[in-house]
Nanobody, 127 residues
Framework: QLQVVQSGGGLVQPGGSLRLSCAAS????????VGWFRRASGKEREGVSC????????NYAESVKGRFTISRDDAKNTAYLQMNSLKPEDTAVYYC????????????????????WGQGTQVTVSS
């Protein structure tokens, strides 16, 4: 069964850090681009970050640039989203998605990506 399993998340104070993980099961993540998305309560889903299958190209939403870092470890079949300097407005359910595509221009259109999606994980930033 092909699936993406997320871990990480939780409650953190403003200014704190969290790392989200996105593990591929049943397929080789190295052939897939990975995107991270989030949906805050009452708001539409938004794209947060993307990394191409090669790892050479990344993309970030303006709201998280300089604070979040996307990465991948294909040996572990896992991608990550390191979130630093967290703000209350980062509170949301975060989702990762993996789409089989080797193109280095994938991330320019990642907001429309399909593929395999994780179950979502809650991130709450609050004092």
């Amino acid at each position: 069964q092909l699936q993406v399993v997320q871990s990480g998340g939780g409650l953190v104070q403003p200014g704190g850090s969290l790392r989200l993980s996105c593990a591929a099961s049943g397929f080789t993540l190295g052939y897939y681009a990975v995107g991270w998305f989030r949906r805050a309560s009452g708001k539409e889903r938004e794209g947060v970050s993307c990394i191409t299958a090669s790892g050479r190209v990344t993309n970030y939403a303006e709201s998280v640039k300089g604070r979040f870092t996307i990465s991948r470890d294909d040996a572990k079949n896992t991608a990550y989203l390191q979130m630093n300097s967290l703000k209350p407005e980062d509170t949301a359910v975060y989702y990762c998605a993996a789409d089989q595509d080797l193109a280095d221009d994938f991330c320019s259109g990642y907001l429309r990506m399909g593929g395999h999606w994780g179950q979502g994980t809650q991130v709450t930033v609050s004092s």
